[in-house]
């Protein structure tokens, strides 16, 4: 059974940072791409930033120059570098994986979500 694990959330002000880390874990075969959703009240979940295994990397225009993705293969941890956070990055962030399981062909996991809330 594959999970995935998102830490790193809280409240923060305006013009600060916070980092989210997402750990994969199971019986894994391959991770092709990992990326960070976000979803506010009211709204649809968006791609935020997404690494793939050749470490390439695309980023929503709202938050270019301000996020950064990473990954650790070995850890088969990702990670998403918040800096000069805005009242508008206020969602819950989830962790998505594009993986091959043992046994299973190459489909989408979801973690279950962290909070961040970013005051003025």
């Known amino acids: 059974q594959v999970r995935l694990v998102e830490s790193g959330g809280g409240s923060v002000q305006a013009g600060g940072s916070l980092r989210l880390s997402c750990v994969v874990s199971g019986r894994i075969v391959r991770i092709n791409a990992l990326g960070w959703y976000r979803q506010a009240p009211g709204k649809q979940r968006e791609l935020v930033a997404g690494i793939s295994r050749n470490d390439s990397t695309n980023y929503a225009d709202s938050v270019k120059g301000r996020f950064t993705i990473s990954r650790v293969y070995a850890k088969n941890t990702a990670y998403l570098q918040m800096n000069s956070v805005k009242p508008e990055d206020t969602a819950v962030y989830y962790c998505?994986?594009?993986?091959?399981?043992?046994?299973?062909?190459?489909?989408?996991?979801w973690g279950q979500g962290t909070q961040v809330t970013v005051s003025s």
């Open positions: 998505n994986a594009e993986l091959v399981a043992v046994f299973t062909a190459q489909r989408d996991y």
